[in-house]
């Protein structure tokens, strides 16, 4: 998998604060996946429940947040004086109708403005340069701990819940992480608020309090934090690449921090400390994005933040080499946690974090990670010894840089590690000799500068945050989105980085369970903070030299060639002249339906089209749904090396198993000729598959190489999630009528013969029913012509299938269970809770024709819903975990699945036993129903909580993927209900704050 640029652990220390609705609340990583899960209480003192309780103790996982490579179609958007000293344009996309004003105030404090009549939601990021390498080695981890403490009050606002709750009243959200240079901290909230949201922000970087009390409690959340990745085989690994770094270097630190580093006396005089001599105005930048006017953003920052105090720090530098010469050339043993294999290649070098438009990582990257015919991947794939590939920028700093690239191998692979190994080296000499062309260089740009010009709007909070963690290297304004004409072609550049990736300046990780495959030495040393045992030892002269000896590259590997996949036609179709706000059904036939909605509002020449097959083979038996998801895992890797080029220019495609069938999505611009012969080659693949004969599933060792991998995910399991991720696994488990136990999955998929995959195969595709959307730049010809061309290619379609009944289960008011269980993962000492409570059904299905509206009163048990989880979510946080510190993961939640609605807790905690966590979730929800009885007299407030929830109701789509997922929710489901949001909005007048008190109790 190739990304432009990476940072690994970039929320190495992650997540302070809160999340939206859809997401785990504080403490989670930034990065980390929206899934809820957990379990709950007893017995609340309700008449009517509806109520699952999961009990269970378990583990995590890393991610990376891949940022996008410079581009560009562009337009200037140009910078006023006002306040501060005007800079540079801003380049932007061409759809981007913002204005943008760069300035720097008077205390130094850099400051992008961005305005947007259009905007929903508002947002700010401030970035402070200053990260864990700056920790004081006697307190490690402080810079997170202050990333921390920061939410906790300010001399303005003293109260710690103060900052969040304002937030989350206000449909926002807030967050923040600590890299290994700098801090970012950012928040959301609804447009109106923005000024007295920044206000509340600003005082983080002027007058922090540090109480004695909120450092001695959050000292354990930080512990927490660390807790639930110890089980982790990222987090270890990066843990050891930090160990194997000089110990004088500031790399090397223990970045997280834990009760160990930070439980020392006066630790607060060290956050004031640290806090006074890093967090000056000179060293941030703030982003600030709303609906208002340049000039009145300008006044509001201004006024706020021209209090940060400018003590002209000087910027943090760090002189000491990470990885002195003697410090490379090195293998590392380190036993995993998951049963995976994983051969790891890390190169450190001279630091490119300056040379950012040259990006000469994103080159090397692009190469490295490419996956078609001819690449390292698709080599070892024939060969059955790997999976997946990933390349890195594993650290990117103005000290250093460190490249990666890590691959899965299979049980076949682990054998033969130094023939992958000197695989590699061929390729990176393959590079040296014919891969530093400006012509593959241009084709990259040409790529990037069509997904720039055409770049949709994102989250705003993830917007400003990303940006202001990139002003923190790049210095012009018209840098700052990364527009693509700004890219510079330096081949002397990249060549000096392909210089640096050597045998002897490698660091060779290998991680597996199967030590004695590998005939492993002993593991003689241990790691301290996450206490592992690993070998470390030079690479032998014998096995340099052979990886030194490119003279003959294998003649299997290739550079990738032209993208020709590239669109050419990028034109708009005309306004249609009859609109309507909704899809509409333009075909109805023999076992085909087509739903097509041109597009008016985000005109951009791209096309969607989802597809839903209707069959009973892929959820009846677990035999069946553990078939499908192999017929899925064939298809995707066949599809790999014919569509990867696809994939980089904009064409993109998902496959997924419903209850009732599975689905093909298929995205990209609207160049027909490219569109339509990308769903050929996904249809013709998938076809193949399905009538494949056994010698084309051996070839390439198709079918073992896929059915490793689903075994590999299925043992992995236990180890593999968190125990609030697998709460929630098994929690719908035990609450969907066709979903199966893992362990149920593993023992269906070790029974399955490749002569039963072929006869499962050959049914599935065998007389579908078929269910289209076509949404986009399209017109209802070219829609329809998308339909059969999927059709055509699959077969001849069936009669209409009827639509299956919920599989969700619906619990008969009243009823109360528990599940409880041990976690699956006994090494990890963390437990978790899940507390779901269903309030019902949130609308009934409608008629494909009329769409009938929901009943009014379902519409406001939804919204009294809503409501509750607004008002409650930041007290659950604020009370289980910044006051009883239960543990780094709490939430309460609204969730809706599969039209039942219900009210969630989810807490994991390596402190506290699932018992213990279950009885104060329930005292806090049997005493919330005290403050909200009280917060019902408060008719101010309650109408502003009104307010705040009508506007995320209204609240625009902000791209076209966003829209079509909305229409297409709708369709697959059979609800049609196209106007839900004007009925909720409708019927949001008729709550009040009784209703909502008698809905929770």
């Known amino acids: 998998m190739y990304v432009a640029k990476k940072q690994l652990l970039e929320s190495e220390l992650g997540g302070s604060e809160s999340g939206s609705d859809d997401e785990i609340q504080l403490g989670q990583d930034p990065e980390e996946e929206d899934h809820d899960t957990i379990f709950l209480p007893k017995k609340i003192q309700t008449r009517k429940r509806r109520f699952l309780i999961f009990g269970i103790l378990l583990m995590s996982i890393i991610v990376v947040i891949a940022v996008a490579a410079p581009v560009a179609y562009l337009k200037r958007s140009s910078s006023s004086s006002g306040h501060g000293t005007p800079q540079d344009d801003v380049i932007t996309p061409q759809v981007d109708k913002r204005v943008y004003k760069v300035m720097k105030l008077d205390n130094e404090l850099r400051v992008l403005l961005i305005s947007d009549p259009e905007a929903d939601y508002s947002a700010a990021s401030m970035d402070v340069h200053v990260g864990s390498m700056s920790d004081p080695r006697q307190v490690q981890g402080l810079a997170h701990f202050c990333e921390h ?10 109260d710690e819940a103060s900052y969040s709750g304002f937030l989350s009243e206000r449909g926002g959200y807030d967050n923040a992480f600590t890299s290994q240079d700098h801090t970012n901290y950012y928040f959301k909230i609804e447009r109106q608020s923005l000024f007295p949201a920044l206000d509340r922000f600003a005082q983080f970087f002027i007058a922090p309090l540090f109480t004695e009390s909120s450092t001695e409690r959050e000292m354990h959340a930080v512990d927490s934090e660390h807790q639930k990745n110890l089980q982790d085989d990222d987090w270890r690994l990066w843990q050891i690449t930090k160990d194997l770094s000089i110990s004088t270097s500031s790399f090397h630190k223990f970045s997280t921090g834990n009760l160990e580093t930070l439980k020392v006396p006066n630790v607060r005089n060290e956050l004031l400390k640290f806090h006074s001599q890093h967090y000056s105005s000179n060293q941030m930048q703030l982003v600030v994005l709303g609906r208002e006017s340049v000039a009145n953003l300008t006044t509001y920052v201004t006024d706020l933040f021209r209090l940060i105090p400018n003590k002209n720090t000087a910027t943090p530098s760090f002189n000491v080499p990470a990885y002195p010469s003697d410090y490379t050339g090195k293998q590392i043993w380190i036993p995993a946690v998951a049963d995976k294999h994983r051969l790891i290649m890390r190169w450190p070098i001279q630091p490119v974090q300056q040379h950012y438009r040259a990006n000469p990582l994103g080159h090397l990257s692009r190469l490295l990670g490419d996956e078609g015919l001819g690449s390292i991947l698709a080599f070892l794939r024939d060969k059955g010894w790997a999976n997946t590939l990933s390349t890195q920028d594993v650290a990117d700093t103005d000290n250093f840089s460190m490249v990666g690239l890590d691959l899965t191998l299979t049980d076949e692979g682990l054998p033969h590690i130094d023939c992958i190994v000197d695989l590699v080296f061929d390729y990176i000499e393959l ?50 989105l990364g527009p693509p004409s700004r890219a510079v072609w330096d081949p002397d550049l990249i060549l000096s980085v392909v210089n640096q990736l050597t045998p002897t300046n490698l660091l060779l990780f290998v991680l597996s369970r199967q030590s004695e495959i590998l005939q492993w030495p002993e593991l003689d040393m241990r790691e301290h903070w996450y206490n592992v045992s690993y070998h470390v030892a030079p690479i032998s002269n014998d096995r340099i030299k052979m990886w030194h000896d490119t003279s003959t590259i294998n003649a299997s590997l290739a550079l990738p060639g032209r993208n020709v996949y590239i669109p050419k036609n990028l034109s708009l179709l005309p306004p249609p002249k009859a609109t309507t706000a909704y899809p509409i059904i333009v075909l109805q036939e023999q076992g085909l339906e087509v739903w097509w909605k041109q597009d008016v509002v985000f005109r951009t020449p791209e096309v969607h089209l989802l597809c839903h097959f209707l069959t009973s083979l892929t959820y009846n038996t677990s035999s069946n749904f553990v078939l499908s998801r192999l017929f899925r895992q064939l298809v995707f890797n066949t599809l790999t090396k014919p569509l990867y080029s696809a994939a980089l220019a904009g064409y993109t495609h998902s496959m997924g198993t419903t209850a009732d069938g599975f689905t093909l999505k298929f995205y990209g611009y609207s160049d027909h000729t490219k569109m339509r012969q990308f769903i050929q080659t996904i249809i013709r693949h998938a076809k193949r598959i399905a009538s494949a004969s056994p010698a084309y599933l051996k070839q390439d060792n198709r079918y073992r190489v896929a059915y490793e991998e689903i075994r590999q995910l299925f043992e992995n ?64 010809q070219n829609a329809v012509s998308y339909a059969h061309t999927v059709v055509a290619g699959l077969g001849s379609p069936a009669a209409a299938a009827p639509f299956p009944p919920p599989q969700r289960l619906h619990l008969n008011p009243g009823a109360n269970y528990i599940y409880r269980m041990r976690g699956l993962d006994h090494s990890d000492t963390n437990s978790a809770i899940r507390g779901i409570y269903q309030i019902g059904q949130s609308c009934f299905p409608g008629k494909r024709v009329a769409r009938e509206n929901c009943s ?67 005292a806090f929800l049997t005493s919330f129903g005290v403050t909200l009885k009280t917060m019902a007299t408060d008719t101010k407030r309650f109408e502003e909580l009104k307010q705040s929830l009508r506007d995320e109701l209204q609240a625009k789509d902000l791209s076209l993927f966003a829209a079509s997922d909305k229409f297409w929710g709708e369709i697959a489901s059979n609800q049609y209900q196209f106007s839900r949001t004007s009925q909720l909005i409708s019927a949001l007048d008729t709550i009040t704050a009784d209703s909502v008190v008698q809905f929770y109790e």
């Open 856 to 922: 009014r009163s379902l519409l406001q048990r939804s919204l009294q819903q809503r409501l509750t989880t607004l008002i409650i979510k930041n007290a659950c946080f604020d009370q289980l975990r910044t006051k009883e510190q239960l543990g780094y993961i709490v939430a309460c939640r609204a969730h809706t699945n599969e039209n039942v609605g219900s009210f969630q807790v989810i807490i994991q905690s390596a402190l506290y036993n699932a018992s213990y966590l279950t009885d104060r979730a329930e």
């Open 717 to 780: 399991y236990p180890t593999s999630k968190q125990p609030y991720l697998t709460a929630y696994d098994f929690s719908n488990v035990a609450l969907e009528k066709t979903n199966w136990m893992v362990a149920e999955q593993l023992v269906a998929l070790m029974n399955i013969t490749e002569d039963e995959f072929r006869q499962y195969s050959s049914q599935l595709l065998d007389k579908l029913s078929v269910k289209c959307l076509a949404h986009g730049n399209l017109d209802r």
């Open 149 to 158: 403490m920061l939410f906790l009050g300010t001399r303005k606002y003293p």
């Open 431 to 480: 590079i040296r000799r014919q891969g530093i062309t400006e012509e593959l260089w241009q084709d990259r740009i040409d790529v990037d500068t069509i997904n720039f010009r055409f770049t949709p709007k994102r989250d705003p909070a993830d917007y400003v945050q990303n940006i202001a963690s990139s002003m923190l290297f790049i210095q012009s304004p018209a840098d700052f």
